[in-house]
């Protein structure tokens, strides 16, 4: 990498931490843009996050300080204009935790709005928080505004029923299927919610902090003490 | 014919003691029996070619060894036979929902369609077992009875590949006769006679005196019949009754061991036939390519042998060096494009002889 | 499977078959030749890495992420261990770091190898398959020098590398570079302008870009359909930045963008780009540098979770890990690239030929271990 260029890059990610997006859009040389992008995605990461509270974030919005907030703080003050009382618990800068009820819906807006368009579901997975509580997360990102965030939504283990997404992001298909065979996590609406990984007539769910073996497997014991091999 | 030659034979050297049925049937069996050994050898040599000729394709030795013992002999010329003898030696399987008597009729019947073509191919200007004078169509007749036994193997063996390999080979070979007996066709009007020994003597006199050069329309007729044998043969890019990545291995799925050797071993005679058929046809037969040149009966043999191999050599050659067509797309060249070829030829051919040879 | 009508008949394809590379079972609506639903069952290879390793610490995880993917078992140690110092917040020296692009990309070769040469044998080109396993064994030769394995490395470690560089590596590596880089001109010719291949191949199984996202496709299978999303540059860990290569994209040249021909195509390009980025990290190696410097004495990461992304050969890896402050990891999810890529076989593939299915599933080039985990 030359040092002109270099010192292009510094300057348009300086412009751009300031919000003006433009001069980093207008480099012609494809490579060139991407590093810049990239340099402007590190800035971001190092920059110190500032503590907002909710009402100037919605002030904010309009304002040129976009950059500053995290995309957590953008996608609670976007969401809280059309959903009330979505979130769950407290709040963190890493992820943003939400109730179940209208998960489908709220993920709908996700997906569409102009502004977040989170157009791509790379991960979701369950985790067992254990004191009878599961959790579904899910990683989204947004192939246009290359920003990514993670939704958490937490349920009892013994009603664990979530809304599926698998018709907004096909993906989530296959994803939530993996996720119900490992905890048992019930997404309505799935069109085909089956095991996908274990036989379709295991017992329990293998991945949940409580599962026991079971006994026997077709009629085969299965072995509790394991010698040797593990 | 050789049949006589042998029955006359006989006669002198035993009339006094047997009665002439005897010697009638012996004559006919002395010829099968070397026919049998004849395929038996050529298909060990030429499952040694393929061997070796595909490894130099893929850049590997193939069978090496350095004597007998646990290598495959010198070269590995042991490796061939050491295949034979592990088919010969497998368990032979029957699976249990399938169609007995049929599963069991289909290698048979495979083996002697391939069998009974060998009859009408002249090694040389006295060496032919029958000297018919429709030889040429008998060959292309009894060719068709591969797709009889293959549609059998693939039905008799109860197996949705298998069944999906029978029907494929059904349509594939049936089409693929068309524009092959069509390109023939071009053959017959030259030399005017059905006999491949006439055939043969038409094209006396030197490599330009054979059918192939004989006018600008004939080498694309050869092409033509070429390519459309390779699918008759089910060679790659042909292969897909037995393709082995998709159907696993078509109608042959179920069968192993001396009936999966049957199959193999026709696959191997088929090629001979269809490409001593294109040496006969279009490339001289036993004829010297020089008029006068190692052409004693004797040589003839060679250079029919040695333009038979070459032909089989390409097959190998283009088996191991191109991917397998689609099912439609074989259709398409098979309907659209060969077959004009195929027709177009014929009329070049009438119209060229009737303005330049008349 | 819903109703079967008259005319069709299901088939299992696999669990032994030999297209479905590995044991993959599926289960499809046949009409004749024509495949009208494919439903894939998994599971036949799932060997319970992630509950495997809620039991293990840390560092024994490194082995099981190799069987995953046996095909590209460097870049998923990278993958995991770049997870892992994300979380510890651990800087490891710059001579750990080109080596491991150095190994990353020298497995991409392979992988890419092998993926488009299974490919060809998938449409019954059996040589080009051949020509590139001799050359991915030279790649192999090269791992196994390094760090005694040929197949699964274990080499990459939270923190550092299991060995140094050997000696005569850099020469050995240039040596296979300066061989390799006209070969691929070869393999190029040999298989991708064929013409029956271009036949069998453009136009068939066409993803288009939305799909792709949507489906969760990544890797060359999206770069395919036209869209320039590497993580290697989108995103860049490890090193990535230092380095000047491109990122090649389907363009359809033998048909529509996005079709097996170009999934097929960007594989052989990406390899081009892999050779560069193997001389610029072979360039730029620094001298000294200890490849146990950084390494923790005991891996024992603060509460909290991560999900780290990698570029491997077949898509974004990602790697979910929870960790509730102990020395095991509370979950470890793998976000396994090949398993969003067979998610799309239905889409794309249903309607074509029986031939045409198993070229499409071929040219997706899916690895079972990692589908099933």
């Known amino acids: 990498m030359s040092e002109d260029i270099q010192l292009l890059i510094d300057d348009v990610v300086a412009k751009a931490l300031a919000g003006d997006m433009d001069p980093i859009n207008n480099i012609e040389d494809r490579v060139t843009r991407s590093k810049a992008k990239a340099a402007l995605v590190k800035a971001k990461r190092f920059q110190p996050q500032i503590e907002v509270d909710s009402k100037s974030v919605q002030a904010a919005e309009k304002s040129d300080t976009e950059s500053k907030q995290t995309i957590e703080q953008i996608v609670i003050a976007s969401l809280s204009k059309n959903f009330s009382d979505f979130l769950d618990g407290e709040q963190n800068n890493d992820w ?90 019930n997404f309505t609406g799935h069109r085909d919610l089956r095991r996908i990984l274990l036989p379709e007539d295991w017992d329990g769910w293998p991945l ?16 509790k003490v394991k010698e040797g091999w593990e | 014919m050789t049949v006589d030659y042998i029955f006359d034979f006989l006669t002198g050297l035993l009339g006094g003691f047997l009665g002439s049925d005897y010697l009638l049937l012996a004559s006919m069996l002395i010829p099968c029996l070397a026919i049998f050994g004849f395929i038996t050898v050529y298909a060990l040599i030429v499952i040694y070619a393929e061997l070796k000729v595909s490894s130099f394709i893929q850049d590997k030795v193939g069978p090496m060894g350095q004597g007998v013992g646990l290598h495959a002999g010198k070269w590995g010329l042991l490796q061939p036979v050491a295949d034979a003898l592990k088919l010969l030696l497998k368990e032979d399987i029957i699976p249990s929902s399938a169609d007995r008597p049929l599963f069991i009729l289909a290698p048979f019947m495979i083996f002697i369609g391939a069998f009974i073509s060998f009859v009408a191919i002249p090694f040389g200007e006295s060496i032919i ?154 490339l001289g037969g036993w004829q010297s ?51 004009p070829l195929a027709l177009i030829n014929i009329f070049g051919v009438a119209i060229w002889t009737v303005v330049f040879n008349s | 499977m819903g109703v079967v009508h008259g005319q069709e008949m299901v088939l299992n394809i696999g669990p032994q078959h030999p297209a479905t590379h590995g044991v993959l079972r599926l289960q499809v609506k046949t009409d004749g030749e024509v495949i009208s639903e494919i439903t894939p069952y998994l599971g036949y290879l799932h060997r319970c890495f992630e509950k495997h390793c809620e039991n293990v610490t840390y560092e024994q995880v490194i082995p099981f992420t190799d069987r995953c993917d046996y095909l590209a078992s460097m870049t998923m140690n990278f993958g995991y261990v770049v997870a892992v110092e994300k979380l510890m917040d651990i800087k490891v020296n710059d001579r750990v770091q080109h080596i491991r692009v150095i190994m990353a990309e020298l497995q991409r070769i392979a992988s890419h190898l092998l993926a488009t040469g299974v490919f060809g044998l998938d449409l019954g080109a059996f040589t080009p398959f051949l020509h590139m396993l001799r050359d991915r064994e030279r790649i192999i030769d090269l791992f196994e020098m390094t760090c005694g394995a040929r197949l699964l490395y274990n080499y990459m470690w939270v923190g550092g590398l299991s060995h140094d560089l050997p000696k005569g590596f850099v020469e050995a590596t240039l040596n296979f570079l300066d061989y390799f880089e006209p070969k691929i001109d070869e393999f190029e010719n040999l298989l991708g302008h064929n013409k029956i291949f271009v036949e069998r191949t453009a136009d068939i199984g066409i993803m288009p870009a939305e799909v792709a996202i949507n489906f969760g496709v990544t890797g060359p299978n999206l770069r395919a359909s036209g869209i320039k999303w590497d993580l290697r540059k989108d995103d860049p860990y490890s090193i990535y930045d230092k380095f000047d290569f491109d990122i090649p994209v389907g363009q359809g040249i033998k048909g529509t963008i996005g079709d097996s021909w170009d999934r097929f195509y960007v594989r052989l390009q990406e390899i081009r780009e892999s050779v560069k980025i193997v001389r610029q990290a072979i360039d730029q190696l620094p001298k000294d540098g200890d490849v146990h410097q950084s390494m923790p004495k005991k891996i024992r990461p603060p509460k909290g979770s991560i999900y780290s992304r990698t570029e491997s050969p077949r898509g974004d890896l990602g790697y979910y890990i929870e960790s509730d402050g102990s020395d095991t990891p509370s979950r470890l999810k793998m976000r396994s690239p090949a398993f969003t890529a067979l998610g799309v076989l239905d889409e794309i593939a249903g309607g074509w030929l029986m031939s045409d299915v198993l070229a499409i599933l071929g040219s997706l080039d899916i690895v079972l271990g990692e589908i099933d985990r």
Request: hydrophobic share 50%; with cysteine.
């Open chain 2, 129 to 282: 077992v029958a000297d018919l004078n429709i030889g040429l169509f008998y060959i292309l007749g009894v060719g068709s009875i591969a797709v009889l036994s293959l549609i059998l193997a693939g039905w008799a063996s109860n197996n949705k590949w298998s069944l999906y390999g029978g029907m494929r080979s059904a349509a594939q070979i049936v089409s693929y006769e068309i524009p092959a007996g069509l390109s023939l066709i071009v053959v017959i009007m030259l030399a005017g006679t059905l006999n491949l020994q006439d055939i043969i003597k038409y094209q006396e006199g030197g490599i330009f005196n054979w059918i192939i050069f004989d006018n600008p329309f004939v080498p694309i007729a050869f092409v033509v019949y070429f390519i459309s044998a390779l699918a008759e043969v089910n060679r790659t890019p042909f292969d897909l009754p037995e393709s082995e990545s998709e159907l696993v291995a078509g109608f042959a799925t179920e069968y192993s061991g001396m009936r999966y050797a049957f199959f193999f071993l026709s696959e191997y005679a088929n090629m001979f036939v269809v490409s001593a058929v294109a040496a006969a046809g279009f």
């Open chain 1, 208 to 223: 949940r902090k409580n599962y026991e073996e079971q006994e026997t497997y077709h009629g085969i014991v299965v072995p």
């Open chain 2, 289 to 339: 390519p020089f008029a006068g040149f190692m052409s004693t009966p004797a040589w003839g043999v060679f250079w029919m042998i040695s333009k038979t191999g070459f032909l089989i050599f390409v097959m190998i050659w283009l088996r191991w060096t191109l991917p397998r067509l689609r099912v439609d797309q074989l259709m398409n060249v098979c309907w659209k494009v060969f077959l």
């Open chain 1, 96 to 185: 943003v935790q939400i109730k179940a009820e209208n998960w489908f819906d709220i993920a709908k807006y996700l997906k569409t709005n102009e502004d977040l368009y989170f157009d791509s579901l790379q991960c979701n997975t369950g985790v067992d928080l254990e004191q009878g509580m599961l959790e579904s997360r899910y990683n989204l990102h947004s192939m246009k505004h290359l920003h990514a965030i993670e939704i958490r939504i937490k349920v009892s283990i013994e009603k664990p029923d979530i809304p599926s997404v698998e018709s907004l992001w096909r993906v989530a298909d296959w994803f939530e299927r993996e996720t119900y065979d490992m905890f048992g996590i």
